[in-house]
């Protein structure tokens, strides 16, 4: 069984700091997904990474994908108290029939006025 | 408004009652999905349906039931449920071809399950 270890678990910071959280496995994934869970509601995809090396940015958020497709990071600049919400990296299995998306347990930021 | 609606919002439940909870989406996904949020877990897939077919079943206890009647609704049945059930009940839907997700998971907004 593949898993997806994120850290890390708590992150509360002050508002315009910057952060970073990790997305790890020991496995390898065709796709990593990033996702943003606010409460009461459903996560949304905020990108998806495809290739080894690939960075992909979203106005403050910087995206990263390991060269050996095992892990990511999202880094996020000048944090904002919108920003708040739970931080889900999700990854797509290698050689499986259907869909088998494995979810990491998340990150909970708290971005502080 | 997310194109997945998912009814009720809140459900709060005794052990020996019989609820259903409804996802409805209008994106015109062929395939549907429900998974479990407990606190501190990871998300779990439960069921996942391709064009109306159940495909996946992840050791799922029978006290839950899933229905598809089309490509746009989905349903969960609850029956006899235990108080380790409470948790939120995600449906989502994506696109498919030939088996396999070909683009994003849509999330409702969620179910949240309590029961007593």
């Known amino acids: 069984t593949q898993l997806l270890e994120q850290s890390p678990q708590f992150l509360s910071i002050q508002e315009g700091e910057n952060l970073t959280v990790y997305c790890n496995s020991s496995?390898?994934?065709?796709?990593l997904q990033w996702y943003r869970q606010e409460p009461g509601e459903g996560p949304v995809l905020l990108v998806t990474v495809v290739t080894g090396g690939e960075v992909k940015k979203l106005k403050r958020l910087t995206f990263q994908f390991g060269d050996a497709r095992k892990d990511s990071s999202l880094h996020i600049t000048a944090a904002q108290p919108g920003d708040t919400g739970l931080y889900l990296c999700a990854g797509d299995q290698v050689g499986t029939s259907y869909d088998k998306v494995i979810f990491g347990p998340g990150t909970s930021l708290s971005v502080i006025p | 408004e997310t194109g997945v609606t998912q009814t009720p919002r809140h459900l709060v439940m005794g052990m020996t009652n019989k609820k259903s909870l409804k996802c409805e989406q209008h994106?015109?996904?062929?395939?549907m999905y429900w998974y479990k949020q407990s606190a501190k877990k990871p998300l779990e897939l439960m069921f996942v349906?391709?064009?109306?077919?159940?495909?996946e079943n992840n050791s799922v206890p029978s006290r839950f039931s899933p229905e598809c009647p089309n490509s746009s609704h989905l349903f969960l049945h609850l029956h006899t449920l235990q108080p380790e059930d409470s948790a939120l009940y995600l449906c989502?839907?994506?696109?498919?071809?030939?088996?396999?997700?070909?683009?994003?998971?849509?999330f409702g907004e969620g179910s949240r399950l309590t029961v007593l």
């Open positions: 994106l015109g996904h062929n395939a």
């Open positions: 496995s390898v994934f065709s796709s």
């Open positions: 349906y391709n064009f109306k077919e159940q495909t």
């Open positions: 989502a839907s994506s696109q498919a071809i030939g088996g396999r997700r070909t683009g994003e998971l849509f």
